[in-house]
T-cell receptor, first 115, second 114 residues
């Protein structure tokens, strides 16, 4: 079974609009963490935001926020006021006790911001 | 701080050849890992290490070996390259300190096996 599911292979969004990228996960651990990374066309992996399973508040980092719905096992990334530079691949990933807390990744969503 | 460095940036191998991808970090991180990223896909964990002298297999370990003799270095060895190993390889490190275990990535090595 897929541990991390990103159901949107690609999205087009108008500049300045908000965008939500979907991520659902599967784990039986009580303690786990969820990450979002951005990969621009240059190829590097850029950390965006982290949510721990015990965190009561949704994580926020500047224009990024994580909509964490634990009961639904959902960890959607919200980007407010999108910019042309937000065009990139976005990956959701989870750490759990298996594999020494290393990350298991979704297939990604390609986000294109239209001017 | 250089962060996580990887060499080489690009490599072309013939089927059956062996080689070592180098990874080093200068942040004194306990955890290091290797991932591969195939075109249009997410990353998959190959091997990881939780400290010097300790390594373990990830999701897709076959055809690869690792060792961790120092905290800083975590080389990945391809034993007998196959076209299926054509991929971009990322090395990452993270610390046990802090709640998130945020991973810091190297720039990647693009490997083509012909």
């Amino acid at each position: 079974a897929q541990k991390i599911t990103q159901t949107q292979p690609g999205m087009f969004v108008q500049e300045k609009e908000a965008v939500t990228l979907d991520c659902t996960y599967d784990t039986s651990d009580q303690s786990y963490g969820l990450f979002w990374y951005k990969q621009p066309s240059s190829g590097e992996m850029i950390f965006l935001i982290y949510q721990g399973s015990y965190d009561e508040q949704n994580a926020t980092e500047g224009r990024y926020s994580l909509n964490f719905q634990k009961a639904r096992k959902s960890a959607n990334l919200v980007i407010s006021a999108s910019q042309l530079g937000d065009s990139a691949m976005y990956f959701c990933a989870m750490r759990e006790a298996a594999y020494g807390y290393q990350l298991i990744w979704g297939a990604g969503t390609k986000l294109i911001i239209k001017p | 701080n250089a962060g996580v460095t990887q060499t080489p940036k690009f490599q072309v191998l013939k089927t059956g050849q062996s080689m070592t991808l180098q990874c080093a970090q200068d942040m004194n991180h306990e955890y290091m890992s290797w991932y591969r990223q195939d075109p249009g896909m997410g990353l998959r964990l190959i091997h990881y290490s939780v400290g010097a002298g300790i390594t373990d297999q990830g999701e897709v370990p076959n055809g690869y070996n690792v060792s961790r003799s120092t905290t800083e270095d975590f080389p990945l060895r391809l034993l007998s390259a196959a076209p299926s190993q054509t991929s971009v390889y990322f090395c990452a490190s993270s610390s046990r300190d802090g709640a998130s275990y945020e991973q810091y990535f190297g720039p990647g090595t693009r490997l083509t096996v012909t």
